[in-house]
């Protein structure tokens, strides 16, 4: 069955470093999403990406971060310069809307460790 | 703006007990909620979906309107129930997801 996949599993930077997180979505979705889990707390969305373009963001994705899909395959989320509170698991995700219901299916997650 | 309330952070069981998760959810609209399940060092999946009313490894979750809660529950719990459980809403035209805190449910053999 396929899966979306995520490098790198952990990721360690200073504070200040531009990180670059990998995802492959499954291959006929079409819509791609990012959310993130700060530690003890609830998984929150970051991006939605549609059509090559943000379709949502949410008040954590400022200026700081952005998105791209540089060929057909790869999803990436880019951090420019860190910060501390950045440390959290990073989550891909992928669908394919039908109808009126749209599963997601998630990444295993990338561990972003700020120092 | 949506909002998903777990209110319970843990949950401990005994197998063969009964389980009850509870979610409740804010949205002006018409929301979809799913429950999603994120068993030990493994990724996030779907476990149900309101809209499909089905039930899945003997759980089920009725969406009720007027108290705006989507509880996940099973008659039986197993030891193999023993995971992260996340409500989740989908609202609006762009799908994302707002998620519940969690509950960790834990069954006790």
């Known amino acids: 069955e396929p899966e979306v996949t995520q490098t790198p599993s952990h990721q360690v930077t200073q504070m200040g470093q531009e990180v670059i997180l990998r995802c492959v979505p499954i291959s006929n979705h079409l819509y791609f999403y990012w959310y993130r889990q700060i530690l003890g707390q609830k998984v929150e969305f970051l991006v939605s990406f549609y059509n090559n373009e943000i379709s949502e963001k949410s008040e954590i994705f400022d200026d700081q971060f952005s998105v791209e899909r540089p060929d057909g395959s790869n999803f990436t989320l880019k951090i420019r310069s860190t910060k501390l509170e950045d440390s959290a698991m990073y989550f891909c995700?992928?669908?394919?809307?039908?109808?009126?219901?749209?599963?997601?299916?998630f990444g295993p997650g990338t561990r972003l460790t700020v120092l | 703006a949506q909002r998903v309330t777990q209110p319970e952070k843990l949950l401990s069981v005994f197998k063969g007990a009964p389980v009850e998760l509870k979610c409740n959810y804010s949205y002006s609209g018409s929301p979809e909620l799913f429950w999603y399940v994120q068993y030990s060092r493994q990724r996030l999946q779907l476990l149900l979906r309101?809209?499909s009313r089905e039930s899945i490894k003997g759980f089920t979750a009725d969406l009720n309107k007027g108290e705006t809660s989507f509880h996940l529950k099973k008659p039986f719990a197993q030891e193999e129930d023993s995971a992260m459980y996340y409500c989740a809403l989908s609202g609006g035209s762009n799908y994302k997801l707002t998620f519940g805190k969690g509950t960790l449910l834990t069954v006790n053999p």
């Open positions: 309101h809209i």
């Open positions: 995700a992928s669908s394919v809307r039908r109808q009126t219901y749209n599963e997601q299916f």
